[in-house]
C-alpha cells in the first residue's frame, strides 16, 4: 500500500528533483487527487517536461529553476582557480526562479531568448595533463539560493 492510500490527508509533495517529483505526480492521478485546490506537487529544475505538465494545471504546479548552467561555469571557474593556485569564492550566491502557471509563458520565453547564447570560459586553460597534482584538497563550496 502506498503513501496515498496508508496518509489520506496528504495534500502536499515536492520533489528533490522534478523526476521524482513527476514520478509522485502520476500517484496523485491514479490516486484521483489530481486537483490543484486540494494537492500540490512540486519540483526541482525546470525540466521540459514539468514545465509542460504545469501548463496543463493540475496538481502538479511549480518547479524551481536552480540555474545549473551556472552552476556548472562557477564550479569549472572554481576547480581552475584552484588548480592554478589561484583564489576562489568559497560561497557562491544563484539566483533561484519559482516556476508555476501565473509566469510560466514568461519563463520560457526567456529561456528561449537564452539559447544559443555562449559562456565565456576563454582563459580557463588548466594545464591539467602536464602538471597533475598527485592529491587535492579542496575546501567545502556552497551553492546558495538568492
Given at each position: 500500500m502506498g503513501w496515498l492510500q496508508v496518509h489520506s490527508d496528504l495534500n502536499m509533495i515536492v520533489g528533490y528533483n522534478d523526476?521524482?517529483?513527476?514520478g509522485a505526480y502520476q500517484a496523485v492521478i491514479a490516486a484521483g487527487k489530481n486537483d490543484p485546490s486540494t494537492f500540490f506537487v512540486g519540483g526541482i529544475d525546470a525540466t521540459p517536461d514539468a514545465l509542460a505538465v504545469i501548463g496543463k494545471g493540475g496538481a502538479?504546479?511549480?518547479?524551481?529553476d536552480i540555474q545549473p548552467r551556472?552552476?556548472?561555469i562557477q564550479a569549472i571557474r572554481t576547480i581552475v582557480a584552484v588548480l592554478k593556485g589561484r583564489p576562489y569564492r568559497q560561497t557562491n550566491p544563484l539566483k533561484c526562479t519559482l516556476v508555476n502557471r501565473t509566469n510560466l509563458a514568461e519563463f520560457l520565453q526567456s529561456r528561449s531568448a537564452k539559447t544559443g547564447e555562449v559562456d565565456d570560459l576563454t582563459g580557463l586553460e588548466t594545464g591539467w595533463s602536464q602538471n597533475r597534482p598527485k592529491c587535492l584538497k579542496l575546501k567545502p563550496i556552497h551553492f546558495l539560493p538568492l
Amino acid at each position: 500500500m502506498g503513501w496515498l492510500q496508508v496518509h489520506s490527508d496528504l495534500n502536499m509533495i515536492v520533489g528533490y528533483n522534478d523526476a521524482t517529483a513527476l514520478g509522485a505526480y502520476q500517484a496523485v492521478i491514479a490516486a484521483g487527487k489530481n486537483d490543484p485546490s486540494t494537492f500540490f506537487v512540486g519540483g526541482i529544475d525546470a525540466t521540459p517536461d514539468a514545465l509542460a505538465v504545469i501548463g496543463k494545471g493540475g496538481a502538479y504546479q511549480a518547479t524551481v529553476d536552480i540555474q545549473p548552467r551556472v552552476m556548472g561555469i562557477q564550479a569549472i571557474r572554481t576547480i581552475v582557480a584552484v588548480l592554478k593556485g589561484r583564489p576562489y569564492r568559497q560561497t557562491n550566491p544563484l539566483k533561484c526562479t519559482l516556476v508555476n502557471r501565473t509566469n510560466l509563458a514568461e519563463f520560457l520565453q526567456s529561456r528561449s531568448a537564452k539559447t544559443g547564447e555562449v559562456d565565456d570560459l576563454t582563459g580557463l586553460e588548466t594545464g591539467w595533463s602536464q602538471n597533475r597534482p598527485k592529491c587535492l584538497k579542496l575546501k567545502p563550496i556552497h551553492f546558495l539560493p538568492l
